[in-house]
T-cell receptor, first 109, second 114 residues
Framework: GENVEQHPSTLSVQEGDSAVIKCTYS??????FPWYKQELGKRPQLIID?????GEKKDQRIAVTLNKTAKHFSLHITETQPEDSAVYFC????????FGAGTTVTVRA | DTAVSQTPKYLVTQMGNDKSIKCEQN?????MYWYKQDSKKFLKIMFS???????INETVPNRFSPKSPDKAHLNLHINSLELGDSAVYFC?????????????FGPGTRLTVT
């Protein structure tokens, strides 16, 4: 089955700086790579996703890159703000979503 | 106008009891899921139904039994609750067809077994 590894497990950044989270996956059949944000006590919510036919996707301050050959994908958040503080999960999907272990991001004001 | 709803939000019960969690989605989606999020925040799929048919059944104890009376509802019944069942259980839904597609999560049910 799919195995998704996510690093780092915690990330503390100064407000305004960038944050980068990296994930690797094992199943070459995976073709969909979403990123979810989960605030404390809330549900996971999709912030951006990318499919295997695309190498990069951007939405305002958030971007995701995918390297299918190396089986890794990354989330980039620029100009971080305090409201970006949350747990971020990467996931990979062929027939089911397999999640990474999560990254707790803290943005220091 | 809630897209995916779950009841109850909190559930505190004793070991050995049987309990149910209900989930409903009003998005018109064909596929619904149950996830378990443990104390370390790890999210793991348990079951998935597509148009009332079970399509994913991970290695979950037989004490857990999902039921989908129609494609808008997916309930989870748990027999003989154990301490290790304490977790947050999330229901989710997505479009059917030749996806995969974005999954929309419910608010979660925090189950505490004492």
């Amino acid at each position: 089955g799919e195995n998704v590894e996510q690093h780092p497990s915690t990330l503390s950044v100064q407000e305004g700086d960038s944050a980068v989270i990296k994930c690797t996956y094992s199943d070459s059949a995976s073709n969909y790579f979403p990123w979810y944000k989960q605030e404390l006590g809330k549900r996971p919510q999709l912030i951006i996703d990318i499919r295997s036919n695309v190498g990069e996707k951007k939405d305002q301050r958030i971007a995701v890159t995918l390297n299918k050959t190396a089986k890794h994908f990354s989330l980039h958040i620029t100009e971080t703000q305090p409201e970006d503080s949350a747990v971020y999960f990467c996931a990979a999907s062929s027939y089911k979503l397999s999640f990474g272990a999560g990254t707790t991001v803290t943005v220091r004001a | 106008d809630t897209a995916v709803s779950q009841t109850p939000k909190y559930l505190v019960t004793q070991m050995g009891n049987d309990k149910s969690i209900k989930c409903e989605q009003n998005l018109g989606h064909d596929t619904m899921y149950w996830y378990k999020q443990d104390s370390k925040k790890f999210l793991k799929i348990m079951f998935s139904y597509n148009n009332k048919e079970l399509i994913i059944n991970e290695t979950v104890p037989n004490r857990f039994s999902p039921k989908s009376p129609d494609k808008a509802h997916l309930n989870l019944h748990i027999n003989s609750l154990e301490l290790g069942d304490s977790a947050v259980y999330f229901c989710a839904s997505s479009q059917g067809g030749s996806g995969p597609y974005e999954q929309y999560f419910g608010p979660g049910t925090r189950l505490t077994v004492t």
